[in-house]
T-cell receptor, first 107, second 115 residues
Framework: TQLLEQSPQFLSIQEGENLTVYCNSS?????LQWYRQEPGEGPVLLVT?????EVKKLKRLTFQFGDARKDSSLHITAAQPGDTGLYLC???????FGAGTRLTVKP | EAGVAQSPRYKIIEKRQSVAFWCNPI?????LYWYQQILGQGPKLLIQ????????DSQLPKDRFSAERLKGVDSTLKIQPAKLEDSAVYLC?????????????FGEGSWLTVV
């Protein structure tokens, strides 16, 4: 079973701070996806990374896929209250999800 | 473009009762997924359909859960009889295709509480 472990489980920061969340596995994935889920809604895809070492940027969000394609990170610069939500990583084309990092950004 | 539609939005039932959830995917999407998301956890794939055929149902508790996709469009997920541990959000999702660059679109979910 391809397990995805996310850390930290919870993160509470002040507006303007930077943060990084992690997604790790002992398995190699052909791609990893990051989703954000807000309360009462379904997850929304943020990005897909497919190449080892790949870095993708989405405004203040930077996503990196590990060289060995077993891990990924999400870095948010100057976090805003609107970034609050559950950040999920997924592998195997969406068939395996991690438990998520619940981020709260306080104004 | 209309998103993935699910109903009912909320359901409360007693244990041992049955419940059914309905999903209408995005028009033209061949692949349909049902996930179970228990509070504090990530979504767990229950079943994946490609048109009206089952691709993966390895994590579906087949003794009590069933799903069908009639005519390759709408889908229903049924639980009978329900147990307390079935309390969760049931998410339906769809995608145009499969593969590592696949974009999956989720519905808002159906919240089930079993008491």
């Amino acid at each position: 079973t391809q397990l995805l472990e996310q850390s930290p489980q919870f993160l509470s920061i002040q507006e303007g701070e930077n943060l990084t969340v992690y997604c790790n596995s002992s398995s190699v994935f052909s791609s990893l996806q990051w989703y954000r889920q807000e309360p009462g809604e379904g997850p929304v895809l943020l990005v897909t990374v497919v190449t080892g070492g790949e870095v993708k940027k989405l405004k203040r969000l930077t996503f990196q896929f590990g060289d060995a394609r077993k891990d990924s990170s999400l870095h948010i610069t100057a976090a805003q209250p609107g970034d609050t939500g559950l950040y999920l990583c997924a592998g195997a084309s969406g068939m395996r999800f991690g438990a998520g990092t619940r981020l709260t950004v306080k104004p | 473009e209309a998103g993935v539609a699910q109903s009912p939005r909320y359901k409360i039932i007693e244990k041992r009762q049955s419940v059914a959830f309905w999903c209408n995917p995005i028009s033209g999407h061949a692949t349909l997924y049902w996930y179970q998301q228990i509070l504090g956890q990530g979504p767990k794939l229950l079943i994946q359909f490609q048109n009206n055929g089952v691709v993966d149902d390895s994590q579906l508790p087949k003794d009590r859960f069933s799903a069908e996709r009639l005519k390759g469009v709408d889908s229903t997920l049924k639980i009978q009889p329900a147990k307390l541990e079935d309390s969760a959000v049931y998410l339906c999702a769809s995608s145009l295709e499969t593969g590592r660059r696949n974009t999956i679109y989720f519905g808002e979910g159906s919240w089930l509480t079993v008491v």
